[in-house]
């Protein structure tokens, strides 16, 4: 699923937190944060209509998959970008996740302890487990079932390259649409159901945290339904 690049409108209708030192949006999935070696659409080439008054546009202070939709966190000026940085770095931003996984695990909630290294030098994105890897945990617990599918939470604990991907792969539930460590297509749907659903982040000492959640997008709806979610676990709009 590819996504065209965004106009000024359309990303600006993707904001769902906006104060003086950051802005969290709503990534669409099917679109890489990053211009690639090969151009095509990317988001950073639409953040100039998120300057809303600033002198720069704003930038990333964290990365999510092309494939991955859902919170994302940018910072607004060098200052804040920095603070942000920091906090992701020392795992003080706490990120949710949505995913529907197929078969799925017996128990309610568990963690996954598995280390990651990549799995070849030439391709550094795309990781193993590994013991001699990066240390690398996950905490989940299942919101629903249906057949042959279970929508999981997933918090990671660590920050690792497809950690969440892999994780899941390795316990013997990948994520749907994984084209990469799932049975996923190459190229069509199913695309690959995993969806920063939540983040919260202790940016300012004096305030409390900022809490932002990202709506479900509609090409998880269908199997999320399935498993017994409902359009009243979400979000009321923003005024």
């Given at each position: 699923m590819?996504?065209?690049?965004l106009t000024?409108?359309?990303?600006?209708?993707?904001?769902?937190?906006?104060?003086?030192?950051?802005?969290?949006?709503?990534?669409?999935?099917g679109?890489?944060?990053?211009?690639?070696?090969?151009?095509?659409?990317n988001?950073?080439?639409s953040f100039?209509?998120?300057?809303f008054?600033?002198p720069?546009?704003?930038?990333?202070?964290?990365?999510?998959d092309?494939?991955?939709s859902g919170?994302l966190?940018?910072?607004r000026h060098r200052k804040a970008?920095?603070?942000l940085g920091?906090?992701f770095k020392?795992?003080?931003v706490?990120?949710?996740y949505?995913?529907v996984?197929?078969?799925?695990?017996?128990?309610?909630?568990?963690?996954?302890?598995?280390?990651l290294?990549?799995?070849?030098?030439e391709?550094?994105?795309?990781?193993k487990?590994?013991?001699?890897?990066?240390?690398s945990?996950?905490?989940?617990r299942?919101r629903g079932?249906?057949?042959?599918?279970?929508?999981?939470?997933?918090?990671?604990i660590?920050g690792?390259?497809?950690?969440?991907?892999?994780?899941c792969a390795?316990?013997?539930?990948?994520i749907v649409?994984?084209?990469?460590?799932?049975?996923?297509?190459?190229?069509?749907e199913?695309?690959?159901h995993?969806?920063?659903?939540a983040?919260?982040?202790?940016?300012?000492?004096?305030?409390p945290?900022?809490?932002?959640?990202a709506p479900?997008?509609?090409?998880?709806q269908?199997?999320?339904?399935?498993c017994?979610?409902t359009?009243?676990?979400e979000?009321?709009?923003?005024a």
């Open positions: 590819d996504t065209p690049q000024p409108e359309q990303i600006q209708a993707r904001v769902l937190h906006r104060d003086g030192l950051m802005l969290v949006i709503d990534k669409p999935a679109i890489p944060v990053h211009r690639g070696p090969k151009g095509g659409p988001l950073e080439a100039d209509a998120l300057r008054g600033l720069r546009p704003p930038v990333l202070a964290h990365r999510l092309r494939d991955t919170c966190v940018l910072g970008t920095a603070s920091l906090l020392h795992s003080k706490t990120k949710t949505w995913a996984v197929e078969g799925g695990p017996t128990d309610d909630a568990g963690e996954i302890d598995i280390a290294a990549p799995r070849s030098e391709r550094g994105w795309w990781q487990p590994d013991p001699a890897g990066l240390p945990q996950t905490t989940w299942v079932r249906s057949d042959n599918l279970t929508w999981l939470e997933l918090e990671p660590t690792r390259t497809h950690q969440l991907r892999v994780h390795a316990m013997g539930w990948p649409g994984d084209n990469i460590y799932g049975n996923g297509p190459r190229f069509g199913p695309s690959l995993l969806h920063a659903r983040i919260v982040i202790p940016l300012s000492k004096n305030k945290p900022v809490e932002v959640v479900v997008p509609a090409h998880l269908e199997r999320l339904k399935a017994g979610w359009d009243a676990l979000p009321a709009p923003s």
